[in-house]
C-alpha cells in the first residue's frame, strides 16, 4: 500500500473511532442514570482537575480556543482552495478528513466534559411547589420582594445616564461569590468554586452577540463578559459559576443564580437577582385579578431601579449587531445538546386566563423560589 493510502486509512479509522465514541456517549446520556453517574464522577474530577489547572490562569483558556479554531478555520480554507484550483483530489481529501477529525474531536471532547450532564436529575434547588390558598396573598408577597428590591437600591450609587455603578472589582466579587456557593451543600454540586473569568479580547464581539457570558465545558471556566451591564453582572457570574459545578441546563443554572443573588445579605447581589428575576412575580399578582394591583406592582419601583432597567433595554438594543445570528446559533446548539433550545432559558410561566380571570395551574421556578424564600426559609 502506498504511504497515501497509509495515511489515508490511518484517518478514515481516527475519525471512524471519534465519531463511534460520539455516537455512544450520546445515547448513553439518554439514560439518566448514566448521565446522573457521569457528572458525579468523570465531569466532577475533571472539573476538580481544571479548576487547579485553568483556574489559576490569569486569561481566559476559551478565548484562546477560539482564536486558535479561527486560525485553523483560516488555514484549512485557504489549503482545501489551493489544492481545489489543482485539481488535487487526494491532498483535498486528506485535508477534509483531517477537517472532520478535528470538528468531531471538539464535538466529542465538549460531550464528555460537559453534554453528559444533560439528562441529570432536577438541579436541587428549594422550591414551594403547593399553590397557596388565597390569592390576594400574592400581592402582599410580591410587595414584600419589590420592597426588599427598592431597599437594595437605596444603598448602591448609579451613574448620571441611570446605570447602576457595580460596587466590586472582579476579585472582590470571586471572592464574594466562593462564599456565596458554600450554601449550595447537597452533593448535587462539584464542591470547587471557580473564579470567573473576563472576557478581554472577544467582549465587544460578544456583546454585539448579545452574550454576556460563556461557561467552556474542557476547561471549567466560568467567562463572563465584563461588558454586560453592572445589574446583571452578579446574576451572570452565579449562572456563568453554576455551569462549571455540574450544572448544565440553561434553566437549573438560572434558578441556582437566582437562590444565589436572592438568598445573599449582599445588597448588590439581591439587587441583580431581583432585576433579572422578579419579572415572574408579576405574573402572580396578575391573578388577584384587580387591575390596579397589577398597575401598582410594575409602578412600585424606586427612580433608580426604573432608569437602571430603562438604561439596560436601550443599551442592549444599541448592541444588537448580530443578535439574531447568536440567538440562531444558540439554539441550534442547545438543540444539538438534546436541550430545547433558547426557551429554556425563560422561567416557565404557567398561568392561564379562563374567560377573564387570571389562575396559577404551577410556579414557575423562580416563582417557586420566591414562594420558598417566603413561606419557608
Ligand atoms: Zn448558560
Excluded at 486569561?59 to 488535487?88: D, K, M, N, P, Q
Excluded at 454576556?212 to 449562572?239: D, I, M, W
Aim: glycine fraction near 6%.
Amino acid at each position: 500500500m502506498s504511504r497515501y493510502k497509509k495515511r489515508f486509512y490511518a484517518n478514515l479509522i481516527t475519525l471512524g473511532s471519534i465519531l463511534l465514541t460520539y455516537i455512544i456517549l450520546l445515547l448513553l446520556r439518554l439514560i439518566p442514570a448514566v448521565s446522573e453517574w457521569w457528572s458525579r464522577t468523570i465531569s466532577r474530577g475533571e472539573q476538580i482537575i481544571n479548576n487547579r489547572i485553568f483556574g489559576y490562569l490569569p486569561f481566559s483558556c476559551f478565548e484562546l480556543f477560539i482564536i486558535l479554531l479561527a486560525l485553523y478555520i483560516i488555514g484549512w480554507i485557504v489549503v482545501t482552495v489551493r489544492h481545489l484550483i489543482r485539481f488535487s483530489f487526494r491532498g483535498s481529501s486528506r485535508y477534509w478528513l483531517n477537517f472532520g477529525i478535528v470538528i468531531s474531536l471538539i464535538f466529542t471532547v465538549y460531550m464528555g466534559t460537559a453534554g453528559m450532564e444533560y439528562n441529570r436529575k432536577p438541579v436541587d434547588i428549594p422550591q414551594h411547589t403547593e399553590l397557596i390558598e388565597d390569592p390576594q396573598d400574592y400581592k402582599i408577597i410580591a410587595k414584600a420582594f419589590q420592597d426588599d428590591f427598592n431597599e437594595c437600591s437605596t444603598k448602591l450609587s448609579f451613574r448620571e445616564d441611570g446605570s447602576l455603578i457595580n460596587p466590586y472589582t472582579n476579585k472582590e466579587l470571586d471572592q464574594i461569590m466562593e462564599v456565596e456557593f458554600k450554601k449550595l451543600d447537597s452533593d448535587y454540586y462539584t464542591k470547587v468554586t471557580t473564579h470567573a473569568k473576563k472576557m478581554n479580547i472577544f467582549g465587544w464581539l460578544y456583546r454585539e452577540l448579545q452574550i454576556t457570558g460563556v461557561a467552556f465545558g474542557p476547561t471549567s471556566e466560568a467567562n463572563v463578559n465584563q461588558l454586560a451591564t453592572s445589574a446583571e453582572y452578579a446574576f451572570t457570574t452565579a449562572h456563568e459559576i453554576a455551569h462549571t459545578k455540574g450544572i448544565i441546563r440553561e434553566e437549573d443554572a438560572n434558578l441556582v443564580a437566582a437562590y444565589i443573588c436572592l438568598t445573599s445579605s449582599d445588597p448588590y447581589l439581591r439587587y441583580s437577582g431581583y432585576m433579572c428575576t422578579i419579572g415572574s412575580l408579576g405574573y402572580l399578582v396578575k391573578c388577584t385579578n384587580v387591575e390596579q394591583d397589577y398597575y401598582d406592582f410594575t409602578h412600585g419601583y424606586t427612580k433608580e431601579i426604573a432608569q437602571d432597567s430603562k438604561y439596560m433595554h436601550e443599551y442592549w438594543n444599541k448592541h444588537d449587531m448580530l443578535g439574531k445570528i447568536s440567538d440562531w446559533m444558540n439554539d441550534l446548539y442547545l438543540k444539538l445538546q438534546g436541550d430545547k433550545g433558547t426557551v429554556s432559558y425563560t422561567d416557565n410561566i404557567d398561568i392561564i386566563k379562563d374567560d377573564t380571570e387570571y389562575k396559577v395551574s404551577s410556579y414557575s421556578r423562580y416563582q417557586a423560589l420566591y414562594m420558598w424564600i417566603y413561606l419557608d426559609k
